[in-house]
T-cell receptor, first 112, second 117 residues
Framework: DQQVKQNSPSLSVQEGRISILNCDYT??????FLWYKKYPAEGPTFLIS?????DKNEDGRFTVFLNKSAKHLSLHIVPSQPGDSAVYFC???????????FGSGTKLNVKP | NAGVTQTPKFRVLKTGQSMTLLCAQD?????MYWYRQDPGMGLRLIHY???????AKGEVPDGYNVSRLKKQNFLLGLESAAPSQTSVYFC????????????????FGPGTRLTVL
């Protein structure tokens, strides 16, 4: 039973526009959420995170929003660039447990 | 710093053969993890370790064993490989960060692509 879900396997966006990637979770014990970016033939790399005590965290072009009541988080990329084309995974961790639960990933394609 | 390295990068096994995947990290991290990535399934945790000499089961531990004899190394073993273990395997490490709460992130290796025929 997947506790972290990314329901969109792929997303295509024009360069310069906003990319919005979504993630839903089921476990209310999750208190820390992360987004990872993965290029082909490489391991995932950390992108941005958010604690459950916040509802927004921003880092340059990347912003993560957390809606705890809906158990939903989203990653906004503005403006999108062709180099952002990759698979994006969201992940969640339960408080005091160092196990991370990953979604199935969303493949983002940013068209020039 | 090399970060997290994995050996080998590719491997083809026949059903029933055994092999060991090696993960090494040079960041002095306490926590290490083995994941497998399958299409449509994301990353699933196989086993993990919270320190030298410790191991624990993750979501999908069956058919795998692990050892953490040295802090910097985490080995994943397949005693009798099966076609269902065809996957891409990722190792990761993290500092732990339980005390820090919300600052811990995982650093991943480049992956090992394993095919079991």
């Amino acid at each position: 039973d997947q506790q972290v879900k990314q329901n969109s396997p792929s997303l295509s966006v024009q360069e310069g526009r906003i990319s919005i990637l979504n993630c839903d979770y089921t476990n209310s014990m999750f208190d820390y959420f992360l987004w990872y970016k993965k290029y082909p033939a490489e391991g995932p790399t950390f992108l941005i995170s958010i604690s459950s005590i916040k509802d927004k965290n921003e880092d340059g072009r990347f912003t993560v929003f957390l809606n705890k009541s809906a158990k939903h988080l989203s990653l906004h990329i503005v403006p999108s660039q062709p180099g952002d084309s990759a698979v994006y995974f969201c992940a969640a961790r339960k408080y005091n447990f160092n196990k991370f639960y990953f979604g199935s990933g969303t493949k983002l394609n940013v068209k020039p | 710093n090399a970060g997290v390295t994995q050996t080998p990068k590719f491997r083809v096994l026949k059903t029933g053969q055994s092999m060991t995947l090696l993960c090494a990290q040079d960041m002095n991290h306490e926590y290490m993890y083995w994941y497998r990535q399958d299409p449509g399934m994301g990353l699933r945790l196989i086993h993990y370790s919270v320190g030298e000499g410790t191991t624990a089961k993750g979501e999908v531990p069956d058919g795998y064993n692990v050892s953490r004899l040295k802090k910097q190394n985490f080995l994943l073993g397949l005693e009798s490989a099966a076609p269902s273990q065809t996957s891409v395997y990722f190792c990761a490490s993290s500092s732990g960060g339980l005390a820090g709460g919300h600052t811990d992130t995982q650093y991943f290796g480049p992956g090992t692509r394993l095919t079991v025929l």
